[in-house]
T-cell receptor, first 117, second 117 residues
Framework: AQSVTQLDSQVPVFEEAPVELRCNYSSSVSVYLFWYVQYPNQGLQLLLKYLSGSTLVKGINGFEAEFNKSQTSFHLRKPSVHISDTAEYFCAVSRRDYGGATNKLIFGTGTLLAVQP | GAVVSQHPSRVICKSGTSVKIECRSLDFQATTMFWYRQFPKKSLMLMATSNEGSKATYEQGVEKDKFLINHASLTLSTLTVTSAHPEDSSFYIC?????????????FGPGTRLTVL
């Protein structure tokens, strides 16, 4: 079974400062990795995903994440945050099935990024 | 990009009544849709996997007779909360997997806020 750990429930940061949101996963099989963002009272929007290839993945809104297989991590980073980045961020994992099966997403508990002026 | 809609966005109902929530993939076909429940300040909990033309697969602990799922077409899945009670009040989010995509990417709807009085 897979699991996802987001150790930081909340990350306060000042505007224009860099930020890193941590995500670690556990799995006995190969996985796909995702970061989603959720604004208040809205659904989830895909920020970026790692499927294969380059371990550095660039997403929307200036975010990027790096897959580190040895540390089983997929931390999300942004060099300079804006007030509008304030939202809940979820890391998720799904089992990598070469047969193309429908795999469930397992979510972490989320990290609230609170950007302060 | 892939768009998933949900209707209604908010619903308030009396205890004992049933409520139907629709999830539609607007610009792609989805043989598989997922239904999640999200409690305040919590992560998403997968309730069930909805497969077009067949019975849904429910996660452990989810009452299938209470949360009826129908996936009658490649673009529509419905979740009916039967005999709703106040403890069913929650934010329900659906997602749809693009059947034409080789990757395991789910696109999320904007969510439905259910309040049971």
């Amino acid at each position: 079974a897979q699991s996802v750990t987001q150790l930081d429930s909340q990350v306060p940061v000042f505007e224009e400062a860099p930020v890193e949101l941590r995500c670690n996963y556990s799995s006995s099989v190969s996985v796909y990795l995702f970061w989603y963002v959720q604004y208040p009272n809205q659904g989830l929007q895909l920020l970026l995903k790692y499927l294969s290839g380059s371990t550095l993945v660039k997403g929307i809104n200036g975010f990027e994440a790096e897959f580190n297989k040895s540390q089983t991590s997929f931390h999300l980073r942004k060099p300079s945050v804006h007030i509008s980045d304030t939202a809940e961020y979820f890391c998720a994992v799904s089992r990598r099935d070469y047969g193309g099966a429908t795999n469930k997403l397992i979510f972490g508990t989320g990290t609230l990024l609170a950007v302060q002026p | 990009g892939a768009v998933v809609s949900q209707h209604p966005s908010r619903v308030i109902c009396k205890s004992g009544t049933s409520v139907k929530i629709e999830c539609r993939s607007l610009d792609f076909q989805a043989t598989t849709m997922f239904w999640y429940r999200q409690f305040p300040k919590k992560s998403l909990m997968l309730m069930a996997t909805s497969n077009e033309g067949s019975k849904a697969t429910y996660e452990q602990g989810v009452e299938k007779d209470k949360f009826l799922i129908n996936h009658a077409s490649l673009t529509l899945s419905t979740l009916t909360v039967t005999s709703a009670h106040p403890e069913d009040s929650s934010f329900y989010i659906c997602s749809a997997r693009d059947s034409s995509s080789l990757t395991d990417t789910q696109y999320f709807g904007p969510g439905t806020r259910l309040t049971v009085l």
